[in-house]
């Protein structure tokens, strides 16, 4: 009896939250960013993904949640897919089974962790052993912030200078590998946002003046946060990403439309953080594009911070995140 080989693989990944933010791109079709970023990889949300390829398919299949994907998501997946098709130099259809652990209405982009958990997966299972500045490039061009959930921990994003987006993929801060930093997502709002990052993006950089002045000041926001790292200084950090958001929230203001991902609870968390530095706790906030915040603290405060917020009216649910992993291969025994 003639035993094909099994071209199935699975791989996890965790979702990541900016603290010197991506915002814009240089290059749509490849994802290549305006300026470099850095994040967190967190260990309580992640996506898992099974990738099989076989000849007996003639097109993708795409299962989530345990249920098909619409038409457009298969059509995103098979994009994807031919990516990785292109780089192995087969044609084989595959069947793509996907399991988000992700709260999305807790502002979560489960994009980040999707790509990073694809890219792993399939490469793996149409039998390339890429290394993870391959595997991170390959995922920045699913979703850009993809390519830093291919590492653990504290994460650069290199912006990169090349067209072809070969010097654009993350690295993990080795400085800040250890860190134990506390980060509380604060769930405000469950309902869709009305503009994606994707193109929020898109217009701030085609229509924001203020875009300019957000280019202008981010690369020093990295250094300095990179800086706080290596010192370990939490306060220098949690003011750079604190400033760092605001800047990026500002763009939104002046594009054309223009358009605000913050809602008033998202204020009363703003000032309920701004309120617990006034009586000695280091906690500071960063916002992604949607109304939902994370809070930054560190371990001794966490209780003081999750009582403080907890009390507030408008807010659904807090969950509590540290430092995690990256890419994991689930072995498919395991299964
Ligand atoms: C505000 O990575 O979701 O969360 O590359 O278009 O898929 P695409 O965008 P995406 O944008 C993330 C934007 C952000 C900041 C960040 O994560 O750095």
């Not at 900016?18 to 915002?23: E, H, N, S, T």
């Not at 292109?86 to 259809?93: H, I, Q, V, Y």
């Not at 390959?138 to 993809?146: K, M, T, V, W, Y």
């Not at 939104?252 to 309120?275: K, N, R």
Request: one cysteine or more.
């Amino acid at each position: 009896m003639k035993v094909g080989l099994l071209m199935r693989a699975t791989a996890r990944a965790f979702t990541n939250i900016a603290l010197i933010k991506y915002w814009g791109k240089r290059d749509e079709t490849l994802f290549l960013p305006m300026n470099s970023s850095l994040s967190l990889t967190l260990d309580k949300f992640y996506t898992t993904t099974s990738v099989e390829f076989c000849s007996c398919l003639s097109s993708d299949v795409f299962v989530i949640n345990n249920q098909l994907g619409d038409v457009k998501e298969v059509n995103k997946i098979t994009r994807f897919l031919d990516k990785v098709r292109k780089l192995s130099g087969k044609s084989l259809k595959a069947v793509v089974n996907t399991t988000n652990n992700v709260p999305t209405a807790a502002g979560f982009a489960s994009s980040a962790s999707g790509y990073a958990a694809l890219a792993a997966a399939a490469t793996k299972a149409i039998g390339m052993n890429l290394n993870p500045d391959s595997l991170s490039r390959l995922a920045r061009q699913g979703s850009g912030s993809a390519c830093r959930s291919i590492h653990g921990g504290l994460v650069e994003w290199q912006k990169g200078e090349k067209e072809d987006g070969t010097d654009s993929f993350a690295k993990p801060i080795e400085e800040g590998q250890d860190w134990d930093i506390s980060i509380f997502s604060v769930q405000l709002t469950s309902e869709p946002k009305a503009v994606s990052s994707r193109d929020g993006m898109k217009r701030t950089v085609e229509t924001s003046p203020f875009y300019s002045g957000w280019l202008a000041g981010v690369e020093k926001d990295l250094l300095l946060a990179k800086e706080a790292i290596k010192t370990r200084d939490f306060a220098l950090l949690g003011n750079i990403v604190e400033g760092n958001a605001l800047k990026m929230h500002a763009t939104t203001l002046g594009a054309d439309p223009p358009f605000m991902y913050w809602s008033s609870a998202t204020m009363d968390v703003i000032h309920e953080v701004q309120t617990l530095r006034t009586m000695g706790i280091q906690a500071f906030f960063t916002i992604d594009a949607g109304p939902n915040v994370k809070v930054l603290c560190l371990p001794k405060d966490e209780q003081i911070v999750y009582d403080v917020l907890g009390k507030l009216a408008k807010v659904e649910d807090i969950y509590l995140c540290h430092q995690g992993p990256g890419i994991t291969y689930i072995s498919n025994s395991n299964r």
